[in-house]
């Protein structure tokens, strides 16, 4: 009886990620229309003991707005984990073809229209360059 048990459990542990997912991945292409971004600057930091300045490095930003049929899709993209970020810089520019990956969500039951449905996040990892442009 417990052998049975725990079988059970395993198999409901490995097998409910997998039959509980309620959103489906998948990758489309569009163009690029805007990007928008920051590069990597040092800034200095006021209000130093005895005078010293420190000096940080402040955060990189890279929005890409995309046209996905009739629809512009805002992407912010997150620092991959075998691509970095800024190798994105030169390759897209406006008008070149790039494809992501984008979570189908079922629709809300209330019909309401979701602000977010057309922006989020990706990671440089999930952004695919056919034609870099020159």
């Not at 406006?94 to 922006?119: E, L, M, Q, R, Y």
Request: net charge positive; with cysteine; charged share 20%.
């Amino acid at each position: 009886m417990r052998k049975q048990f725990v079988l059970i459990a395993t198999l409901l542990v490995i097998l409910l990620p997998i039959v509980s997912c309620g959103s489906e991945e998948k990758r489309i292409e569009g163009e690029v229309v805007k990007i928008y971004g920051t590069l990597p600057v040092l800034v200095t930091s006021s209000g130093a003991l005895f005078g010293n300045e420190s000096v940080r490095i402040s955060g990189t930003s890279l929005v890409y707005m995309v046209k996905v049929g009739e629809d512009i899709l805002t992407i912010n993209v997150l620092e991959g984990s075998k691509i970095p970020r800024e190798s994105l810089i030169p390759r897209v520019c406006i008008g070149t073809k790039i494809t992501f990956t984008v979570k189908i969500v079922a629709p809300t039951k209330s019909g309401k229209f979701d602000p977010n449905h057309h922006a989020g996040s990706n990671s440089a990892d999930d952004i695919g360059v056919a034609k870099p442009c020159i």
